[in-house]
């Protein structure tokens, strides 16, 4: 049975008690057990070569059911798998380390039921603090709003323009206006929000500052991670 497979194939595999899942082969120098690494859940699991089938359109047929989509991470696994075959790119394995984050990240999907709030808030700052208008009272309460909801690494690696945009305010600048205690009270607070950004991520970073940190593991999110909006 291993013969029909070759390594770095993708495929069904069906772990005992679970739903046969879309994943990719990366072991299979055992000739009974193959080891699959499941997309979306990143699981490494060794499986009988009886319970592994290729990834194509005859077992797409079969296993790709209504029912087994009303599984959301069945869902998002099928749509992740979809994208890196047709778009032919082939994600090399995360490293360990980078695979406890991405473990880690999949545990915070109850924290994105603040999600809209959270980017309906950066956009009032976007549109409220511009080169042309200003309205810094919209802004404040803004601030204050996003300052009090709960923050997670997934909302912020889901969110990389907006974090932009608080790091791009740390440093507003209006010359234009008599009031700088404004202008200044906009940098005081985009740098607090920094901070509490940066407070839910592991220190030490292993990069220079949070900024650094935060682009590499929002790439890596990315990278191994498609959802809709």
């Known amino acids: 049975m291993a013969g029909k497979f070759n390594e770095g194939d993708y495929v069904f595999a069906e772990k005992r008690g679970y739903l046969p899942w879309p994943g990719r082969l990366i072991d299979k120098s055992n000739c009974r057990r193959g080891i699959v690494q499941f997309i979306y859940t990143f699981d490494r699991h060794r499986i009988p070569y009886t319970k592994i089938w290729p990834y194509n359109e005859e077992y797409k047929i079969k296993f790709i059911t209504k029912q087994a989509l009303e599984y959301e991470e069945f869902l998002e696994a099928i749509r992740e798998a979809e994208s890196i075959i047709n778009t032919k790119y082939i994600a090399p394995a995360p490293s360990e380390e980078e695979l406890q984050f991405l473990h880690e990240v999949r545990q915070q999907r109850d924290s994105l039921s603040v999600e809209p709030l959270f980017i309906g808030e950066i956009n009032k700052l976007r549109s409220n603090l ?25 909302l912020l690696v889901r969110s990389r323009e907006a974090v932009e945009s608080i790091r791009w305010l740390c440093h507003f600048v209006h010359r234009e206006t008599e009031n700088q205690a404004e202008v200044q009270l906009v940098r005081d607070k985009a740098n607090e929000l920094m901070e509490r950004f940066a407070s839910v991520f592991r220190q030490p970073f292993s990069e220079p500052d949070f900024w650094s940190e935060f682009c590499k593991l929002s790439d890596l999110y990315m990278r191994y991670t498609t959802y809709k909006s």
């Open 130 to 154: 511009t080169t042309r208008h200003q309205n810094y009272a919209i802004a404040q309460r803004a601030f204050e709003q996003l300052l009090k909801l709960p923050i997670s690494q997934l």
